[in-house]
């Protein structure tokens, strides 16, 4: 059993007027779009490599894009307001208080 397209026809058929079939098999393409092969040469060679320095390493290359501190000095107030949540936390439990809090 031979797969057909929407029109019945199957795959390399032809156009139903007669003329050639489409070089592209698929869903038709938007209107105003057009299949090109213009880089059909070189879609698939491999990446090239730098001649003159050796690539980045991932490491360095992802710090390149690390959020940047927007508000100086914000962790190291969440720093202190932790340490003193922490002395506070330790304080309550030496004077004996178990239901701190609550």
Do not use: C, K
């Not at 058929?13 to 393409?29: F, K, N, Q, S």
């Not at 003159?52 to 969440?78: E, S």
């Amino acid at each position: 059993m031979n797969p057909t397209d929407a029109t019945g026809r199957t795959p390399g058929e032809g156009r139903a007027d007669g003329g050639p079939a489409p070089l592209v098999t698929g869903p038709p393409m938007p209107a105003g779009l057009h299949a090109t092969h213009r880089y059909d040469d070189i879609i698939d060679l491999p990446h090239p490599e730098p001649r003159r320095r050796p690539r980045m390493p991932i490491a360095n290359r992802a710090a390149q894009f690390m959020p940047f501190a927007a508000l100086a000095g914000y962790d190291d107030v969440l720093r202190r307001t932790a340490g003193e949540h922490a002395e506070a936390v330790a304080a309550a439990e030496s004077a004996g208080d178990a239901d701190w809090g609550a």
